[in-house]
């Protein structure tokens, strides 16, 4: 079993100790226009995403050309399609891949991708891509697994559809071919995807289980199920993102937009920060409100020598005098100098 709690995709360490790695998922959300391909991979940059990520297939390396009832979507977004028609209208065509892959190295931005046949890999070997992921739908088909492996590259894998069994063989196929960095998403694999679906403390189990860097592909429409996912130690998320919601694009109705990417890059890395670490010291913040403490103070002038009783102190705010839990620890104790009132309780101020 891979035990490695981080990889690293273009120098970015991804894992324990390292802020949330923001994925932005361009799928089809291009809706035909290498220029809109292009505008997304700028808009993942403003909003400081730290990878766009595209897919790699044709139509013809996903399914068949056919209109058996097999290979009719029935329900959901792409109801009355048939699979080839979706891949058709969905993909992102090979010779823009070049050209994509340049702007984004342009802009500063990591782009790697999907593959779902062994030629898409080959395709994206030639560009030098930093990673791969594994889509969940194609998680079952281990021999693809294998030759992403063979890579050495990093591969992120989605979970949607997996159950436990699968899982561990994918990754095992993974291992065995060569590869020594590997993440799962955690994915529901609706469109959209209701959060209640999520059952997100999935994430702890499947970090002890498989011992892999873990995070979230997140389906549902707004931020909220991705910034929990955080503050439960998600290291990675992805996100799809679209320049226009209502667009009529395979995925645009469950997809975030710019505003919303940039909101979830800020709000991911305030979740992360907040996290921190095991602590229940003081905090610098806190030292200013110290003042709003209670403490022990004296109430009236006293003399030395004077044996303290329940008139003499008091728990009051500010904070600065001795701990309300040792006024029965001072009570019957004997002066060893004067005090006014306003003193503060102190140790030193009583015959040992």
């Known amino acids: 079993m891979n035990k490695i709690q981080t990889i690293s995709i273009n120098g970015r360490s991804i894992g324990n100790g390292n802020p949330p790695y923001i994925i932005a998922e361009m799928s089809a959300n291009h809706n035909g226009s290498i220029d809109t391909a292009i505008e997304l991979i700028q808009c993942a940059k403003n909003a400081g995403a730290d990878a766009i990520k595209i897919q790699t297939y044709r139509p013809e390396t996903m399914t068949l050309d056919s209109d058996l009832s097999d290979f009719q979507i029935t329900e959901g977004l792409w109801k009355g399609k048939t699979l080839y028609e979706l891949y058709q209208w969905a993909?992102?065509?090979?010779?823009?891949?070049?050209?994509?892959?340049?702007?984004?190295?342009?802009?500063?931005?990591?782009?790697?991708?999907s593959p779902f046949d062994n030629s898409a890999v080959d395709l994206l070997e030639d560009l030098n891509t930093p990673a791969y992921k594994i889509a969940?739908?194609?998680l079952v088909d281990l021999p693809l697994i294998q030759y992403v492996a063979s890579t050495k590259k990093p591969m992120i894998m989605s979970t949607g559809m997996a159950n436990e069994l699968e899982i561990q063989e994918a990754i095992g196929t993974a291992t065995d071919a060569g590869?020594?960095?590997?993440?799962?998403?955690?994915?529901v694999s609706a469109y959209p995807a209701e959060a209640s679906s999520y059952n997100l403390v999935t994430l702890s189990d499947m970090r002890k289980k498989f011992g892999v860097v873990t995070g979230l592909s997140d389906h549902t429409p707004d931020n909220a199920t991705a910034i929990a996912a955080v503050a439960i130690g998600a290291s990675i998320i992805e996100k799809h993102v679209t320049l226009d919601k209502s667009g009529d694009?395979?995925?645009d109705s469950f997809s975030i937009n710019p505003k919303e990417l940039t909101a979830l890059v800020n709000n991911a890395g305030t979740a992360w920060e907040a996290l921190g670490h095991v602590s229940y010291k003081r905090q610098p913040a806190e030292?200013?409100?110290?003042?709003?403490?209670r403490s022990l103070y004296f109430v009236q002038d006293i003399q030395k020598g004077t044996v303290l009783t329940e008139q003499h102190i008091k728990s009051f705010r500010p904070g600065y005098g001795l701990a309300p839990k040792h006024y029965w620890s001072v009570l019957g104790s004997k002066l060893n100098?004067?005090?006014?009132i306003g003193d503060r309780v102190e140790w030193y101020a009583f015959e040992n």
Do not use: M
């Open 287 to 293: 030292d200013e409100n110290i003042k709003f403490r």
């Open 179 to 187: 590869c020594t960095q590997i993440a799962l998403l955690h994915c």
């Open 337 to 340: 100098k004067d005090v006014r």
């Open 249 to 251: 694009g395979p995925d």
């Open 136 to 138: 969940s739908f194609e």
């Open 91 to 113: 993909q992102t065509p090979w010779e823009w891949h070049e050209r994509l892959f340049s702007k984004a190295e342009e802009l500063g931005i990591t782009i790697f991708s």
